[in-house]
């Protein structure tokens, strides 16, 4: 059983920075694709980002929502089992909880930014941007 602990939330004006950070336990991070995606008030969980896991030793690939506009960077440190989303030039509109998420199957990378892939989510961490 994974488990996924969120932390790095908080309320922050427009145009400042967060790093969120995603901590796993309970399975082989390494191997794990792992995803941020986000839920704003009566909206649908959406696709933020993901680094993907190549099937090779430690290679991963990454993708990002057309929102994020090169505003935002995932990365991983297999060696703390934690997974970090960068988030720079925040707008209101990012306003949301966000969710790390993480899968230990493999599967097309298309199939990656759906929710559908991952088995294994967080509790979510808050992110207030004002205007």
């Known amino acids: 059983q994974v488990q996924l602990v969120e932390s790095g939330g908080g309320l922050v004006q427009a145009g400042d920075s967060l790093r969120l950070s995603c901590a796993a336990s309970g399975g082989t991070f390494s191997r794990a694709t792992m995803g941020w995606f986000r839920q704003a008030p009566g909206r649908e969980r959406e696709f933020v980002a993901t680094?993907?896991?190549?099937?090779?030793?430690?290679?991963?690939?990454?993708r990002y929502a057309d929102f994020v506009s090169d505003r935002f960077t995932i990365s991983r440190d297999n060696a703390k089992n934690t997974v970090y989303l960068q988030m720079n030039s925040l707008k209101p509109e990012d306003t949301a909880v966000y969710y790390c998420a993480a899968g230990l199957r493999r599967v097309p990378v298309s199939q990656w930014l759906g929710t559908a892939q991952y088995d294994y989510w967080g509790q979510g961490t808050q992110v207030t941007v004002s205007s």
């Open positions: 680094i993907i896991w190549s099937g090779y030793s430690t290679r991963y690939s990454t």
